[in-house]
């Protein structure tokens, strides 16, 4: 125990660079679907139907990464998916039909997926035995990673072919993560924490993924729909409108850096709660201050109530003492990204039905059901 406490350190960078390298891969396919959608003249449902054969990998070796764990550990997982991931990255460039691009996607999203639950299970594991929290900048990287795959890949393409400029981006990451993966905690270093099959979810674990599934749910809601929100109910102009989830994006990267600290001073619980209240103080803002500047501020305090929650979450699910805690880290991210994935849609029909503002004001709602509920599902020591 002395040992791995002594290792804690150096396999917080190794750590720190796996959830960069998930979010820049993320980041710089991204940048591939517009050229993708033109190469193989897709229409805008096709590109649906392929992203969500994406979301189906991801969430298909989410279910089963829990027992995956539990026999090999998250150091190795983390090792052969974060490489698997970035090699997958040139490929859906590559390839010449639909049925190509949605077999290499459900390739993509299930390596993703793994590496996703993988790297917070050994992100929960190093902050148990470093002694202080570090998930939220360890999400802040995730962050901060997908905006340098964004840009990177956006620079890359006025310079050469996708798939190139794909293979340049992983290459780099490649390289950065063999030359810290050597400093991850050894393979089951956590003992019985990690040990153990697949096994249904406590009910304190059904609640913490019921609690990211609605965080998620309120994330891919500002990503979807705070455009069309801005242009259309507030009649804001086309760059204003764009300015509502890089404020939200930009607000949720900076809170998650210091959210460690704060989390070491007054505790997850505390910090959910109020992220949760000051996400619906936002909404509020956004909904009832009366113009898009103002709603667009709105979104960044948004942004930024919301950015430790999910970090929080998974801390919870990755430290309780009862089960399997990369089990539990499993489903609450399984159930977290079915919140990303139906979350936007579901409001869409709301939005239909009504309009765009009375979804995010069902948003707002579930806020403060985030922030009641968290007494009871994040210990105060989380």
Known sequence: MQDLAARAPAARWATIVA????????????????VIKTHLDLSPAVVGLALLCLAAGALTAMIGTGALLGRVGSAPAVRVTALLFALLLPLPALMPSLAGLCAVLFLFGAAGGTMDVAMNAHGALVERHL?????????????????????????????MPPAAACAVIAGALI???????????????????????????????LLLGALTFLAFLSEGAILDWSAIYLREDLGGATTVAGLGFAVFSGAMAAGRFCGDALRQRVGGATLVRSGAMLAFAGLAVALLGGGPVVAVVGFGL???????????????????????AASSIAAVATLGYAGVLT???????????????FSFALVAALALVIALASTRAVPRRA
């Open 19 to 34: 959830f960069f390298l998930n979010g820049t891969v993320f980041g710089g396919w991204a940048t591939q679907i517009p």
């Open 131 to 159: 002694g202080r929290p570090i998930m939220s900048s360890l999400h802040g990287m995730w962050s901060l990673g997908g905006l340098v795959g964004a840009a990177a890949g956006g620079l890359l393409l006025q310079m």
């Open 175 to 205: 390289a950065l993560f063999l030359a810290l993966q050597g400093r991850f905690l050894p393979g089951k270093a956590d003992g019985g924490a990690e040990s153990g099959g697949l096994a249904l979810p406590s009910r304190g674990t």
């Open 302 to 324: 948004t942004g930024l109530g919301l950015s430790n929650v999910v970090p929080v979450l998974f801390s919870a699910a990755g430290s309780g003492e009862e089960g399997n």
């Open 343 to 357: 979350g936007p849609a579901l409001l869409g029909f709301v939005a239909e039905a009504s309009t765009v503002g």
